[in-house]
């Protein structure tokens, strides 16, 4: 156990509340926090707070840190290793590998999503990513996407911002007519981020998605499994590519977001969660409901194939997505909703 306000696996990090300074000799301690962070809408970022939040990542994604990452094939020890990261790659790496299938005892979700850990675990993976920005630059927090506003998808994907990428308005004629690998467009450049900030930006083992049957994890360094960052709002990215344009009882492809409406059901359930304590438990959890696998219209259904609210974020954003979603820069505002855990 860490002793005297410090934390971490090795307790070389504050505890949360708690900043890095320097004791009456000289020496590291960790110090009660002036002030409590405070989350802010995207909306009402000053361009300073922008310049802020868009510098740390990129030089998160640049800088190596102090973990390293363990790959290879899990039933194969003669590929087991640990290698270096990233500051930013040991952020993604650890919501990857939260994310994989636990093949031995409950093969229907993992240990972030799907299951009663689902809100614990992302507000603790949060704080501990903020902490570790924090320490590049100290004015870094994490605002929220309020994405019940209609006016702020386009104000988060502007160029100053996030960057521009096509949405399925630019692109449908051409795919509404294709089938197959053609329809999934994953490796379309026209998918790429075309300007910005993170116009450069280079994701993380994106050709490998969970592969939880053979238990293996990938080698973040390996510059083959890395792709430009992709973004297409409201295209279908997941599963069999459906392209029911508009549709949200589909669940595969999102061309709207979330309504106040739908929030204001998930926040309506009287029990945090309920047995089976999967997607598949019933339409009364409430993390089943605000995580997504409950219809938030009439009739309400629970449909752990269908997404809605926290999944229909992810999908209607489209590209670069679970289980390495954190690889695009708004996992973090989405995420840092208060709607959205």
């Given at each position: 156990?860490?002793?005297?306000?410090?934390?971490?696996?090795?307790?070389?990090?504050?505890?949360f509340g708690y900043t890095l300074s320097k004791g009456t000799n000289g020496t590291k301690i960790c110090a009660k926090s002036a002030g409590r962070i405070k989350r802010k809408s995207t909306l009402r970022l000053t361009d300073s707070e922008w310049k802020t939040y868009t510098d740390t990542l990129l030089k998160a994604s640049v800088t190596p840190s102090?973990?390293?990452?363990?790959?290879?094939?899990?039933?194969?020890?003669?590929t087991w290793r640990f290698v270096p990261v990233t500051i930013y790659d040991y952020f993604v790496w650890v919501h990857y590998f939260a994310s994989k299938d636990n093949n031995n005892e409950t093969p229907t979700c993992?240990?972030?999503?799907?299951s009663s850990g689902f809100?614990?675990?992302?507000?603790?993976?949060?704080?501990?990513?903020?902490?570790?920005?924090?320490?590049?630059?100290?004015k870094f927090f994490i605002p929220y996407w309020d994405w019940?506003?209609?006016?702020s998808a386009s104000d988060l994907?502007?160029?100053?911002?996030?960057?521009?990428a096509p949405t399925w308005d630019d692109i449908k004629d051409r795919y509404l007519n294709t089938t197959g690998s053609e329809r999934c467009a994953i490796d379309d450049p026209e998918m790429n981020v075309k300007d910005g900030p993170f116009v450069n930006w280079k994701t993380m083992c994106t050709n490998m998605g969970k592969d939880a049957t053979n238990g293996f994890l990938c080698n973040p360094n390996n510059e083959t499994q890395r792709r430009p960052l992709q973004r297409c709002r409201g295209c279908c990215q997941v599963d069999d590519c459906c392209l029911n344009d508009g549709v949200i009882a589909t669940g595969r492809q999102i061309?709207?977001?979330?309504?106040?409406?739908?929030?204001?059901?998930?926040?309506?359930a009287s029990i945090f969660d309920s047995s089976n304590w999967t997607t598949q438990t019933?339409?009364?959890?409430?993390?089943?409901?605000?995580?997504?696998?409950?219809?938030?219209?009439?009739?309400?259904?629970?449909?752990?194939?269908?997404?809605?609210?926290?999944?229909?974020?992810?999908i209607y954003v489209g590209g670069t997505e679970v289980p390495l979603s954190p690889n695009s820069p708004y996992f973090w505002m989405h995420h840092g909703d208060r709607k959205s855990g």
């Open positions: 156990m860490c002793k005297n306000n410090w934390a971490g696996s090795d307790c070389s990090k504050c505890k102090s973990y390293s990452v363990f790959m290879g094939t899990m039933a194969n020890r003669e993992d240990f972030a999503h799907e809100l614990t675990w992302h507000r603790w993976y949060l704080l501990v990513v903020e902490g570790m920005l924090r320490e590049i630059d100290s019940t506003n209609e006016s994907y502007s160029e100053p911002h996030l960057g521009t061309s709207i977001l979330p309504k106040l409406a739908h929030v204001n059901y998930a926040l309506e019933t339409k009364a959890s409430f993390r089943n409901r605000l995580e997504g696998f409950v219809q938030p219209v009439p009739p309400y259904v629970a449909n752990h194939r269908q997404h809605y609210i926290h999944n229909q974020v992810h």
